[in-house]
């Protein structure tokens, strides 16, 4: 499985924008990137997945670099409800894989 | 918006006792897979289970654990004879469509102690 690199933790301040980085040099030209979340005490998160282009959904955006080997997660005003360990996981587009979480990034919100 | 609904939400199971874990995925889903965490470890992968049979399943999923799609709507996990080492939370999650990388939705898991 391609492998991807995320800060182990990240504080932000509630209702500023947050980035949230991911490194997957080794992404191969048909990996899909995704994002999802796991609240305190909660299953996982789909939170958005892109393959190429930037893309925006109700929770998030997804900018991708143009070699694709580092995309961020955006989210554009954090709120206290966003606190979450926040997973990149690169899924191959054919079928429908399992998923290899990783470590993930914690996100602490300052109030 | 629909939710895959797992039960119970805390299991507490003597060392050597089967256990069965529920799953309601989402109904209208095809695809479907059994997760673990083990506390303050990463979530891993244990089976994924399509056309009424496995399609895939982990070092872990050994053959003290079986999957099962009893009706139209449940979805189960079974674990045969409990180790101590199986107390985890364990997630289920579906996803819909046959088109690839449709997002996986997860249930809020079952937290399995074995004592």
């Known amino acids: 499985d391609a492998k991807t690199t995320q800060p182990n933790s990240m504080e932000s301040n509630e209702e500023e924008p947050v980035h949230l980085p991911c490194n997957h040099s080794t992404i191969s030209g048909t990996d899909y990137i995704h994002w999802y979340r796991q609240l305190p005490s909660q299953g996982p998160e789909y939170v958005i997945h892109g393959l190429t282009s930037n893309v925006n959904n109700r929770m998030a955006s997804l900018a991708i670099a143009e070699d694709r080997k580092s995309s961020t997660l955006i989210l554009h005003r954090a709120t206290l409800r966003d606190a979450a360990v926040y997973y990149c996981?690169?899924?191959?587009?054919?079928?429908?894989?399992?998923?290899?979480f990783g470590t993930g990034t914690r996100l602490t919100i300052i109030p | 918006e629909p939710e895959v609904t797992q039960t119970p939400s805390h299991q507490v199971t003597q060392m050597g006792q089967e256990v069965i874990l529920r799953c309601v995925p989402i109904s209208n889903h095809l695809y479907f897979y059994w997760y673990r965490q083990i506390l303050g470890q990463k979530v891993e992968f244990l089976v994924s289970?399509?056309?009424?049979?496995?399609?895939?399943k982990s070092e872990i999923f050994d053959d003290q654990f079986s999957v099962e799609r009893p009706d139209g709507s449940n979805f189960t996990l079974k674990i045969r004879s409990t180790k101590l080492e199986d107390s985890a939370m364990y997630f289920c999650?579906?996803?819909?469509?046959?088109?690839?990388?449709?997002?996986?939705?997860f249930g809020d898991g079952t937290r399995l102690s074995i004592l």
């Open positions: 996981i690169l899924r191959p587009n054919f079928g429908n894989e399992k998923l290899t």
């Open positions: 999650a579906s996803s819909g469509q046959v088109l690839s990388n449709q997002p996986q939705h």
């Open positions: 289970f399509y056309n009424n049979e496995i399609s895939e």
